[in-house]
């Protein structure tokens, strides 16, 4: 029985490697390609085990917390890890996007180990995706993992949908964020972030 992965959730699909390196031998054949031939004997196998690999990841741990003494009286505290690469594959034609993610916090009495907003940005990755979604499921999943109210993710995405075919604009960049808290109200926040994940206001 084939179990549909929500969009919005967690990946964790679990396929039938067999199954899909049959699929692909079929898809081989259909293309015009003799998938009996040297040089795609085992691509069906191989590509199963890719699609295995990208809808079966396991980010690990994603919520490591560590107790922190905020900032001093009268000041404030903003945490942001930028440069984030995720790779990912657009769910309309199946084409890769790599996005480029900054994402940070307002920490409370704890921050989070640095490495799992990471994990939490490339896990959103693993699946067949929007970009717009996955820069909100790394907002919500912060918002989880952190406790804090206040998130803010960034990204800039090229489409090989819009450069490998179709309109064919090479170089074009789509930029998209999610901001919560004091980051979705104008003020130092939103601005420090906006510097920080973007280089500067735009
Ligand atoms: N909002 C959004 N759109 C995306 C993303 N990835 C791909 N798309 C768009 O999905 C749309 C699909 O449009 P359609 O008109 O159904 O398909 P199409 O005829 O192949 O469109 P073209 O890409 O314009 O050739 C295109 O405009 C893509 O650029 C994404 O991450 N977010
Ligand atoms: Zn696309």
Known sequence: MTTFAPPDGPA???IDQ???ADLYRQLLTELGEDPARDGLT???ERVARWWAEFLEYNPGRTDTVFTHETAMAGGDELVVVSGITVDSLC????QPMTLTVSAGYRPGGQVIGLSKIARIAVARGHRLQLQERIVNGIATDLLKATGSPDVA????GSH????ARGIRATGALT???SLHGVFAQPGPPADW????????PR
């Open 12 to 14: 964790r699909a679990r």
């Open 18 to 20: 067999s199954r899909v």
């Open 42 to 44: 085992d691509t069906p």
């Open 91 to 94: 769910e309309h034609h199946l």
């Open 153 to 156: 993710v960034a990204a800039t």
């Open 160 to 163: 090989a949908c819009m450069s």
């Open 175 to 177: 930029t998209s964020s």
């Open 193 to 200: 972030f906006r510097a920080t994940a973007l280089g500067g």
